[in-house]
């Protein structure tokens, strides 16, 4: 029975929960991800996480869950690739370089709306122009911020991290258990009654 409603699509944020037994309702939420004028970086997924939990609160009744991860290069939100130019784009600035990942998470429930951002810094190796092409071929980085998964087979371009793996994937589980035991979600390690 689920004990979380989960306001996203993402398949790797329901995986995520899932690893640490959240069974969870999915009820994506539609609501304008635009970043506001001169609105910094962590603000902006820390805003956007909350809008969905509070959208996503108008559809259940449970504890809802809203995240949202940006990839930032220089202090700029590089979003989803828009076509394969910009993707080739995206990864010819992140390749051989050191960026920030910031995922935002709010939880709305009894205890209110509680949130938290993670930063993660994450290097890539130098990405030659004939494997970015090869990756979009894949299919793989069309839904990705940044252009890239590392989940998946852009992981091979990562040569360090510092920070929360999963944050970069979509959601720190760290920080995420935190939150969903102080809103009552049992996980896997809560006691049985």
């Known amino acids: 029975m689920a004990t979380l409603c989960l306001a996203s699509a993402s398949p790797r944020r329901r995986e995520l929960l899932a690893s640490i037994d959240v069974d969870c309702e999915v009820r994506p939420v539609d609501i304008d ?22 959208a996503g609160a108008a559809l259940s009744a449970l504890p809802v869950l809203g995240s949202d991860t940006a990839v ?11 076509d394969r130019a910009h993707a080739l784009e995206m990864l010819a600035s992140l390749s051989g370089t050191t960026h920030e990942v910031l995922t935002g998470v ?30 979009w071929a894949t299919g793989e980085p069309r839904d ?29 589980l760290y920080e995420t258990a935190e939150l969903l ?12 009654e």
Do not use: N
């Open 33 to 54: 991800e635009t970043p506001g004028l001169g609105e910094a970086p962590r603000d902006y997924v820390c805003r956007l996480a909350r809008e969905k939990a509070s």
């Open 72 to 82: 930032v290069l220089d202090g700029e939100i590089l979003g989803k690739p828009r």
């Open 106 to 135: 709010a939880v709305s429930g009894p205890q209110g709306m509680l949130d938290v951002c993670v930063t993660t810094r994450v290097t890539l190796r130098e990405i030659s122009p004939v494997e970015a092409a090869a990756y």
């Open 144 to 172: 990705k911020a940044g252009g890239y998964g590392i989940q998946g087979r852009a992981a091979v371009f990562v040569s360090h991290i510092e920070g929360s793996h999963s944050a970069v994937v979509g959601l720190p």
């Open 181 to 192: 035991a102080r809103q009552g979600v049992p996980l896997w390690m809560s006691p049985c």
